[in-house]
């Protein structure tokens, strides 16, 4: 089961940073970005120290609301791909109750 464990933090993860991009394109992306910075500029221009702490925070903005226009790009995908892992492990469990494993008779002894 860790496979489905491993798809379920995945999507998990993905779903998060949708909510940042709010349907946002890349190019829009960049604008609030290069806002934030010339914010910081503004707002820090005397302060080195003030400014070098805010630009992190237009990074990590950006780097948000990117990955929420790539997951609304993939998103088709990922659900297409959700929806075959689910079907497979469906169908494995279907089989496994079908054909159970035959039980080993204790008279014979492999060789």
């Known amino acids: 089961?860790?496979?489905?464990?491993?798809?379920?933090?995945?999507?998990?993860?993905?779903?998060?940073?949708?909510?940042?991009?709010?349907?946002?394109?890349?190019?829009?992306c960049a604008s609030d970005f290069d806002a934030c910075i010339a914010e910081c500029e503004t707002t820090y221009?005397?302060?080195?120290?003030?400014?070098?702490?805010?630009?992190?925070?237009?990074?990590?903005q950006y780097a948000a609301c990117d990955a929420g226009v790539a997951y609304d790009k993939a998103k088709?995908?990922?659900e297409e791909q959700a929806k075959k892992t689910?079907?497979?492990?469906?169908?494995?469990?279907?089989?496994?109750?079908?054909?159970?494993a035959p039980e080993d008779d204790p008279t014979k002894k492999s060789i």
């Open 45 to 60: 221009k005397d302060d080195a120290s003030g400014r070098a702490a805010c630009m992190p925070r237009c990074s990590g």
């Open 1 to 28: 089961m860790k496979p489905l464990a491993a798809l379920t933090l995945a999507s998990a993860l993905i779903l998060s940073s949708q909510a940042v991009a709010d349907g946002k394109t890349q190019q829009q």
């Open 86 to 100: 689910k079907k497979f492990f469906e169908d494995m469990m279907k089989d496994l109750k079908k054909d159970p």
């Open 76 to 78: 088709p995908w990922l």
